[in-house]
Nanobody
Framework: QVQLVESGGGLVQAGGSLRLSCAAS????????MGWFRQAPGKSREFVAA????????YYADSVKARFTISRDNAKNTVYLQMNSLQLEDTAVYYC????????????????WGQGTQVTVSS
């Protein structure tokens, strides 16, 4: 069982930056591919970024590529999402998720989910 706790969300002006963190329980964190997803009001949950267990491979949605960076520190059981040049359309609840089967853009691939952290971008 893996428990995930996100933090770092908040209110930021357009063009600003935030860094989200996701702390995981358990001693096998490096065995899990990790992903970040987001869900805006009235919309379905969408893929944002993912990183392999070793951190050697990363994947991004086209909408965030070159603005967001996913990373992980396996010694701290934590995955991060650095978000720069935030835009109004980035407003959403952001979730981290863990997959024992590796990384994918599909929500159904992930086994464990955090409770989410709100990111609000204002004009």
């Amino acid at each position: 069982q893996v428990q995930l706790v996100e933090s770092g969300g908040g209110l930021v002006q357009a063009g600003g930056s935030l860094r989200l963190s996701c702390a995981a329980s358990g001693r096998t964190f490096s065995s899990y591919g990790m992903g970040w997803f987001r869900q805006a009001p009235g919309k379905s949950r969408e893929f944002v970024a993912a990183i392999s267990g070793s951190g050697g491979a990363t994947y991004y949605a086209d909408s965030v590529k070159a603005r967001f960076t996913i990373s992980r520190d396996n010694a701290k059981n934590t995955v991060y999402l650095q978000m720069n040049s935030l835009q109004l359309e980035d407003t959403a609840v952001y979730y981290c998720a863990a997959s024992i089967r590796g990384v994918t853009r599909s929500t159904s691939w992930y086994d464990y989910w955090g409770q989410g952290t709100q990111v609000t971008v204002s004009s």
